[in-house]
């Protein structure tokens, strides 16, 4: 059975830090590619980044490259996402997927982030930013 369970979510004041946690189980986590995505009150789902297990290459949107950095580790079948100067606008809920389609995160781009591509997600962590 596939599982994704992320971790990690919280309560923090802007300008702080949290790191998600995605781990995974029930698939070869090597052949896949791991995103977070996030959906906050009222908007759609955005794909925030990606990093393919292979060869780790990432992609991460532009709104966030500069703060959240996405890492794997293999032998715990683990990606994180380590989010630093948090911000009131990043509060959702956090999600993480898996795509055996996305072969390369980098090389794809924001085409990475599409949600369609991905065929198996996690629940949600949530994440919540105070000012």
């Known amino acids: 059975e596939v599982q994704l369970q992320a971790s990690g979510g919280g309560l923090v004041q802007a300008g702080g830090s949290l790191r998600l946690s995605c781990s995974a189980s029930g698939f070869s986590f090597e052949d896949y590619s791991i995103g977070w995505f996030r959906q906050a009150p009222g908007k759609e789902r955005e794909g925030i980044s990606c990093?393919?297990?292979?060869?780790?290459?990432?992609y991460t949107r532009t709104s966030v490259k500069f703060r959240f950095t996405i890492t794997s580790d293999n032998a715990r079948n683990t990606v994180y996402l380590q989010m630093d100067n948090l911000k009131p606008e990043d509060t959702a809920v956090y999600y993480c997927a898996a795509s055996r389609e996305i072969t390369t995160c980098q090389a794809m781009g924001l085409r990475s982030l599409i949600d369609a591509r991905y065929q198996y997600w996690g629940q949600g962590t949530q994440v919540t930013v105070s000012s």
């Open positions: 990093i393919t297990n292979s060869d780790f290459t990432t």
